[in-house]
């Protein structure tokens, strides 16, 4: 079983920056594909960005790319979420996701575990 926990959401302006965090408590988060999701109010959880075990195969959606960058550090069993130049749009719970296979996916219905969120709220 892994639990993952997702930390660093926040209020912030158009424009500014967030760095979020996904801690995995089991043994076996350097195995796992990655990946972030969001889902706004009244909206289905999309795809943001997934990094495979190998910090390869990294996509981002279109929505998020040039202004968002996921990295891991499997030593300290965490994912990131670096994002700049916040828009109202990217508003949303943010989720991360662990897949207990190696290739990276978009697809939130091949992830495995699943954190509680974090909200992060860009203000205009």
């Known amino acids: 079983q892994e639990l993952l926990k997702e930390s660093g959401g926040g209020y912030v302006q158009v424009g500014g920056s967030l760095r979020l965090t996904c801690t995995a408590s089991?043994?076996?988060?350097?195995?796992?594909?990655m990946a972030w999701f969001r889902q706004a109010p009244g909206q289905d959880r999309q795809f943001v960005s997934t990094?495979?075990?190998?910090?390869?195969?990294?996509r981002y959606a279109d929505s998020v790319k040039g202004r968002f960058t996921i990295t891991r550090d499997n030593a300290n069993n965490s994912l990131y979420l670096q994002m700049n130049n916040l828009r109202p749009e990217d508003s949303a719970i943010y989720y991360c996701?662990?897949?207990?296979?190696?290739?990276?996916?978009?697809?939130?219905?091949?992830?495995?575990?699943w954190g509680q969120g974090t909200q992060v709220t860009v203000s205009s």
């Open positions: 089991g043994r076996a988060f350097a195995d796992y594909a």
């Open positions: 996701a662990a897949k207990t296979q190696v290739l990276s996916s978009s697809k939130k219905n091949e992830y495995n575990y």
């Open positions: 990094i495979n075990k190998y910090s390869g195969r990294i």
